[in-house]
């Protein structure tokens, strides 16, 4: 089934500790984003890619990092983990100038103690 | 920089009864998506309005832009059990960059 893989579904993770949620699409979609989903908070941007070998901040960019080596995977960093990263992580994807909106991953649940 | 916004935060209805949930854009919008989560899910693309006074009916939800392009609308008739979730608008920032509001959850009363 075509759509988007995210891994893990959940983890605790200790406070200081380095992390890469991992983002793999089938679709061939040219961009993707990450999002992070916060009670009352809605859907924020963290950052984002419209092609392979390009990147961009988002919204909420610090603390978080992003690479797109190729077109299928966009994983998302965490290099030394804080409580306020609890959050909710969500991968995204979709055709450039796309009328068929995004395309969303199941989510990774992060906790960090 | 822009923001969307939306009303109500949560919005209790009953079985069988109508309701309808506002975005609001500080800036003209290219275009709006809506968005559906469902409780412990991740948000499904429902639709794209375009068109300045564009409406969409998807089954028992009814999609407006309005004229000025900086506000849409979902209005859902006769309220099922199936409707719980979160509905969030969303519009495009850059390109294809989405902000999205703060969503209206939805809790449907049996």
């Known amino acids: 089934i075509a759509g988007i893989t995210q891994a893990p579904t959940s983890q605790i993770l200790a406070a200081g500790r380095r992390m890469t949620l991992r983002c793999t699409q089938d679709?061939?979609?040219?961009?993707m984003y990450w999002y992070r989903q916060d009670l009352g908070l809605g859907l924020r941007l963290i950052h984002y890619s419209n092609t392979a070998g390009t990147t961009g901040k988002g919204e909420v960019p610090d603390g978080y990092s992003v690479s797109r080596a190729n077109t299928d995977d966009f994983p998302l960093t965490l290099a030394s983990a804080v409580p306020s990263q609890t959050s909710v992580y969500f991968c995204?994807?979709?055709?450039?100038?796309?009328?068929?909106?995004?395309?969303f991953g199941s989510g990774t649940r992060l906790t960090v103690v | 920089g822009q923001q969307v916004m939306q009303i109500p935060q949560y919005q209790h209805v009953q079985e069988g009864e109508d309701f309808t949930t506002y975005c609001n854009s500080s800036?003209?919008?290219?275009?709006i998506q809506w968005y559906k989560q469902r409780p412990g899910g991740h948000p499904v693309f429902l639709i794209q309005l375009v068109k300045s006074g564009e409406v969409k009916k998807q089954k028992r939800l009814t999609f407006q832009f309005g004229e000025a392009k900086k506000n849409s609308s979902l209005h859902i008739t006769a309220t099922q059990t199936t409707d719980v979730g979160t509905y969030f608008c969303?519009?495009?920032?850059?390109?294809?960059?989405?902000?999205f509001g703060g969503g209206t959850r939805v809790l449907v009363k049996p």
């Open positions: 969303a519009g495009p920032v850059e390109g294809n960059k989405l902000t």
């Open positions: 995204a994807s979709s055709e450039q100038w796309s009328n068929y909106g995004y395309t």
């Open positions: 679709m061939r979609h040219n961009a």
């Open positions: 800036t003209t919008l290219s275009n």
